[in-house]
């Protein structure tokens, strides 16, 4: 049974939906010795504790992947080498680099996604049961594609994985899909679920947007932590939204969040490697309480708190 997830209470006075912890950021970007940054990382509870997959930038700026635990979920061991994958099958997927993982626990094993390096970027899938040995399948979907996400069950006896369909550079588009697969190999019956809203409607997410944390299963169905983007004149803008999907056929989108949860607005998020940066990678429950991980300007890690009755009670709303 793992330990209680992060939780501090809502601020006196705040009327805020989700709140930043008060010591954020909880991994700073030189936490392991090769690092020139870590972000965009995903945590799932582990034996008595937590677990993680680190997206680590070294300081030549090459992207990877690398394991890491926690006792508490706020202080954080980093294995200071990155993943070292075995080939799962005949053959091994080769990867240019890999960054932006997320972690799905299901059917006895710690699914990986990520963006994989194989002629641009795709979806590149791995699994663990010890978070000591690492296997690397087949890569999911053609190039080029981002935000691979796995629900932690299976939709009508198959695997759902939502991804962001993109180009090969820093993409000016996006919408999210899913798609679907018998046995973690073979990937069709692709389906559209959303896509940027028009700038009059919501403009923090009028460019592009990306599935952000694993599905959490709610009686009223799919919530899902979601990141839109802006294009401003001094770039990109990344903020973090939720979204409801249907618990049988979450291609359809019960409800979206018109204004932000959360938004560059710290520090840690208005300054880094690239300024105006909330990406939420991963999400903690315990309840109705949540506990959100999110890159912050791709640099360092941040954790932003919730309760999720009232996060669908504001969706509503919106």
Not at 121 to 129: A, D, K, N, R
Request: net charge negative; aromatic share 16%.
């Amino acid at each position: 049974m793992a330990k209680q997830i992060p939780w501090q209470e809502r601020p006196a006075g705040s009327k805020e939906i989700m709140w930043r912890y008060d010591k954020n950021p909880v991994i700073n970007r030189y936490d392991i010795p090769s690092s020139n940054s870590i972000f965009n990382s995903a945590v799932v509870p582990f034996k008595d504790g937590f677990a993680g997959v680190f997206r680590c930038d070294n300081r030549r700026v090459q992207m990877n992947i690398f394991a890491g635990f926690s006792d508490d979920g706020l202080n954080w061991r980093i294995n200071p080498e990155p993943i070292d994958f075995k080939p799962f099958g005949d053959h091994f997927v080769h990867s240019d680099y890999k960054y932006d993982p997320r972690v799905t626990y299901l059917d006895g094993k710690y699914w990986i996604t990520w963006c994989n390096g194989y002629h641009g970027p795709t979806i590149g899938v791995g699994f663990t049961e010890d978070f000591q040995t690492f296997y690397q399948c087949e890569n999911a979907l053609l190039p080029f594609n981002r935000n691979g996400v796995l629900f932690p069950a299976k939709i009508g006896g198959k695997y759902a994985l939502l991804s962001r369909p993109s180009d090969n550079g820093h993409t000016p588009f996006g919408d999210i899909f899913l798609s679907f697969s018998p046995d973690m190999k073979f990937w069709g019956e692709h389906r559209h679920v959303m896509s940027p809203m028009p700038f009059e409607q919501s403009a923090w997410q009028c460019t592009k947007v990306g599935a952000g944390s694993v599905p959490i299963l709610t009686e009223e169905g799919w919530l899902m932590f979601y990141h839109g983007v802006i294009t401003t004149c001094n770039g990109y803008r990344y903020s973090m939204g939720a979204v409801l999907l249907d618990k049988d056929e979450p291609w359809k989108v019960l409800r979206r969040s018109k204004d932000y949860l959360l938004a560059p607005a710290a520090i840690y998020e208005l300054t880094g490697d690239v300024p105006d940066v909330v990406f939420p990678c991963a999400a903690l429950t315990e309840g109705d309480k949540v506990c959100v991980y999110y890159g912050a300007a791709d640099t360092c890690v941040g954790i932003a708190f919730g309760k999720i009755s009232e996060i669908l009670d504001w969706l509503k709303k919106q």
